[in-house]
């Protein structure tokens, strides 16, 4: 059966809605009902990043190079973890995730591996950081929030409670990466206001090239920022390392964070 331009391969209902696997041209997209890609992976190299909001998400590697403890809110297709647990072979993910059947569709169709390294918990990530940032037993160096449906984001992952919860779930040298819909400007800037204001409007956004979404990056307290040539040179070299285009990264935060990059990085 063709949909979205490719062959469904897997379709089912949940209490959320439908789910979707549709192959086309060597790509594996997972779909909620609608056209829009919630995850994607190349066939032929399914431990590669192939989506460029995915890619972009990566650009948390400029600031924080070596990944231990990730907390990840949203799992999708799961191809963001699986790659992190390929590059990063001491790096330890605890995952929340809403819907049972997605994780099911991760480890089926999209390979996320059974791994000791990796744990995931069914819940609402919001309620799961609430409860945490009380117990504050685990702090985490990445805090990655990729919380959407076939409608958009979820507002509970977008306000200020849950943003000091994230920060309360820092390390001193930790961030937040967080991927939003730059396409609903409304959404956009409040969701921003609130990150802004909760970490001391010590952020950043990277608009994904030739995609609605934008990632933003906020940073804790006592982040050690580079300066711009740091953090030039080490683009260069990621981009050698993972094939990932750090130098477009870089190039995209200066334009688009012309007005507080200067008080971010030294």
Request: hydrophobic letters at 40%.
């Amino acid at each position: 059966m063709q949909k979205y331009d490719g062959r469904l391969v897997y379709q089912a209902h949940d209490e959320e809605g439908i789910i979707e696997i549709v192959d086309s041209d060597g790509v594996r997209a997972l779909h909620f009902g609608s056209a829009s890609r919630q995850s994607s992976m190349l066939l032929s190299e399914p431990d590669r990043l192939y989506s460029l909001y995915a890619r972009t998400m990566m650009a948390f590697l400029l600031f924080k190079e070596k990944p231990v403890n990730i907390l990840m809110i949203g799992l999708g297709g799961g191809t963001i973890a699986r790659y992190l647990l390929h590059t990063f072979i001491d790096c330890k993910i605890q995952v929340v995730e809403f819907r049972r059947s997605v994780v099911k569709i991760a480890r089926s169709h999209f390979g996320l591996p059974l791994d000791a390294r990796i744990k995931i918990k069914i819940g609402c990530g919001a309620d799961y950081v609430a409860q945490a940032s009380k117990i504050s037993a685990q702090r985490y160096d990445i805090v990655m929030v990729d919380a959407f449906d076939h409608e958009g984001m979820e507002p509970k992952v977008a306000n200020e409670h849950f943003f000091d919860g994230c920060q309360t779930l820092l390390k001193d040298d930790g961030l937040l990466a967080i991927n939003l819909w730059g396409t609903n400007k409304e959404q956009f800037h409040q969701v921003a206001w609130n990150l802004g204001r909760v970490f001391d409007w010590q952020s950043l956004y990277l608009p994904v090239r030739r995609r609605g979404n934008i990632i933003g990056f906020a940073f804790a307290d006592r982040f050690p920022f580079p300066s711009m040539k740091q953090l030039q040179q080490r683009a260069r070299r990621l981009e050698t390392e993972y094939g990932i285009e750090f130098s477009d990264f870089v190039q995209d935060l200066k334009r688009n964070n012309a007005k507080v990059i200067k008080k971010v990085l030294t």
